[in-house]
């Protein structure tokens, strides 16, 4: 053997070494899950909100066909996120009575689909806002040191990785299409007021003795079929000024990751950025196994979601796989995997050792 394909060999047996040696013992107990659609597992079926997916044809790829509300025909990032790191393959949320506390010490997730960082956003659909969420994880703490005790509990609270998903709605639910936050703020004042409310949520997680987190990124938000159904003077492309918002957003975002990390002792935060990878496959699905973009999965693809997105819709299409979106705002599962798996390999993959 060559000497430089045998140091080859040897660096990929220690990756995967390392990778297994994680999984077994891994270093991560937990991810811990705030957010939007994006990581909702199905939260808003217990609260009175339209801003549901727990009806088919939503799940109809979930472990061979369940709908859970998850906003996806199957799997979401953090199922994936959580998988790679050894732990369990879906992610349940917390208010769903089906699971118990000794579930949710190994991952939970208290998202909200149609929520945002502005308690404005919330209120568009009823869902929960972003402050609730955490008086939800609080209480999942003092349930934790019940359950387990303080040593344990306070070691999983630290340990566990914690992901934040959430901000397009601010823009695309609330900022663009209801009146109020526009004739308040021009768009930079918003992003800035958000970004405010992102460090205080981080702090706030701090303060309760979260370290290891990972602060998601907006997506090419300009590309789900909804927004580019939307733009039919610019032939249903992508568009460009919402992609750019997203972008500019994201660069605030990681601002405020180096700016905490520099002041909160110990303090171990990520930026999570899906948008150059999403980018990507929207620009280039064949590279990826997709062959639709412009439009989703389910029903027309152009516009529906939630109950407008229904079983017996006879356009939906019948290989969600072949789908970059699976509804008009939210990606397939297939695209999910893409996007979770890049994420955990490049940014993620400190937490793994
Ligand atoms: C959002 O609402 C909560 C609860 O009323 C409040 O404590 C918080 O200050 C509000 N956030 C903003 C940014 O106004
Ligand atoms: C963030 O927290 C600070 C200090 O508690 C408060 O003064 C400020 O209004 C908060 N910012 C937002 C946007 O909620």
Redesign the pocket.
């Known amino acids: 053997m060559a000497m430089a394909s045998m140091t080859n060999s040897l660096r990929l047996f220690s990756v995967q070494l390392l990778l297994s040696f994680a999984m077994v013992y891994g270093k991560v107990p937990s991810i811990i899950v705030f957010g939007d659609s994006s990581v909702d597992a199905g939260n808003n079926n217990y609260i009175p909100t339209i801003a549901r997916s727990n009806f088919e044809p939503y799940g109809r790829d979930f472990n061979g066909g369940h709908p859970t509300g998850r906003f996806c025909n199957g799997k979401i990032a953090p199922d994936f996120i959580s998988q790679a790191f050894g732990l369990k393959g879906a992610i349940p949320a917390y208010l769903d009575p089906a699971y118990s506390i000794s579930d949710f010490a190994t991952g939970v997730t208290f998202a909200s689909a149609g929520t945002g960082y ?2 404005a956003t919330s209120s568009v659909l009823s869902v929960i ?1 972003l ?1 609730k969420e955490l008086e939800y994880y609080k209480d999942f703490q003092t349930k934790l040191r019940t359950s387990l005790g303080d040593g344990k509990a306070n070691d999983i609270i630290k340990e566990a990785l914690y992901l934040i998903s959430v901000g397009t709605n601010d823009f695309l639910e609330n900022y663009y299409a209801v009146p109020g936050r526009s004739s308040q703020y021009t768009i930079t004042e918003y992003e800035n007021f958000l970004i405010g ?1 992102a460090g205080n949520f981080t702090k706030a997680l701090y303060d309760l003795g979260a370290r290891k987190i990972s602060l998601g990124g907006l997506p090419p938000m300009g590309c789900m079929p909804l927004e580019r159904t939307g733009n039919l003077m610019g032939g249903s492309e992508c568009v460009d000024s919402y992609n750019n918002l997203a972008a500019e957003f994201n660069s605030k975002l990681n601002d405020l990751v180096i700016k905490q990390n520099k002041e909160l002792n110990g303090m171990d935060m990520v930026f999570s950025d899906p948008y150059g990878i999403m980018l990507d496959i929207v620009q280039k699905p064949a590279f990826y196994g997709f062959e639709v973009t412009g439009v989703a999965c389910c029903a027309t693809g152009m516009f529906e979601m939630g109950y407008a997105c229904s079983r017996t819709n006879p356009f939906t299409c019948s290989d969600a796989d072949k789908y970059v979106f699976w509804d008009s705002f939210h990606p397939t599962e297939k695209t999910n995997s893409i996007v979770a798996n890049r994420v955990v390999q490049t940014t993620l993959a400190k937490f793994l050792m």
């Open positions: 502005d308690n806002p402050w409310i």
